[in-house]
């Protein structure tokens, strides 16, 4: 069986796969709890459908959904933050969050992301080619950070029990081998919508060996204006109204309370991306 990683990346409309990963070694439960205690969010969608995708499904632009999702006899829960173009905000995220619930829920978690990187040969104008970041965090502490260019050099290459590969050029087998060495099957699957449904597409894998998918969207994080989606799902406009007023009174707080209060009133995701991200660009 392959690992599933290399699953996922042959699913994406475009010749750039892209992807923001989050991989916590804890049931299902114990990760959606860590994310509402921490940074105030809850599923939109728990225990969502999961559809076996067609063949000519391909993988596209979530539009701000993320899933978290549990398979049967795996301990670790994958959590899709990004699929598609993925943001310096989204990898910084995975990092952040990632090395909080390993802390919290004192286990183990990944931050993985494949992305494009903005920048450009200085000689050929040309963008430089797919980037991989994998770190891998216990109780809030790296143990390994690897990152590398696709078909190019490694960059770092930090871990325990593992020898530098003794190639100029590594492909995405690298990341692929750092999963595998670990147990870890990624399901290629995506989160979907359409009018008043949403659901977990999947490929390449029987739907009875996804314990539980539970689908969020970011609230209050700056990169993700789009909320359409959230009149998508029945009961998911009440929902945001009520993310809305917390959001609301907690500004209310902030503005009676200012001074000794103020760390403690920056709540929710926007209060989190105000904190870990405060005077970035």
Not at 93 to 115: K, M, N
Not at 237 to 248: F, K, P, Y
């Amino acid at each position: 069986m392959a690992i599933g990683l290399e699953d996922l990346l042959s699913r994406f409309d475009g010749e750039q796969p892209e992807v923001a990963l989050m991989l916590v070694k804890a049931p299902l439960g114990s990760v959606v709890s860590g994310l509402a205690d921490t940074y105030g969010t809850l599923p939109l969608v728990e225990g969502a459908p999961v559809r076996v995708a067609s063949r000519q499904e391909t993988i596209v632009e979530t539009s701000g959904w993320l899933a978290a999702v549990e398979q049967r006899d795996e301990s670790w829960v994958c959590v899709y933050v990004a699929l598609g173009e993925v943001v310096e905000l989204e990898r910084d995220l995975v990092r952040h969050v990632g090395a909080d619930l390993s802390e919290t829920l004192s286990t183990q978690a990944i931050a993985f992301s494949v992305f494009s990187p903005a920048l450009r040969d200085d000689e050929t104008g040309e963008a430089e080619g797919l980037k991989a970041e994998f770190e891998a965090f216990q109780e809030g502490e790296t143990t390994d950070r690897v990152i590398f260019t696709v078909d190019g050099p490694i960059e770092a290459f930090e871990t325990e029990g593992r020898e530098l590969p003794e190639t100029e050029t590594v492909s995405l087998d690298l990341a692929h081998r750092l999963f595998a060495d670990r147990g870890i099957y990624v399901p290629a699957c995506s989160p979907k919508s359409r009018g008043q449904q949403a659901w977990l597409a999947l490929w390449d894998l029987e739907p009875s060996r996804i314990g539980r998918a539970d689908l969020f969207r970011l609230r209050g994080s700056s990169f993700f204006e789009d909320e359409t989606l959230t009149m998508d799902m029945p009961g998911l406009e009440a929902a945001t109204r009520a993310a809305d007023e917390d959001t609301a009174s907690e500004v209310g707080s902030e503005s009676a309370d200012a001074g000794e209060d103020q760390a403690e009133s920056g709540r929710g995701w926007l209060g989190f991306f105000q904190r870990i991200f405060a005077g970035k660009s």
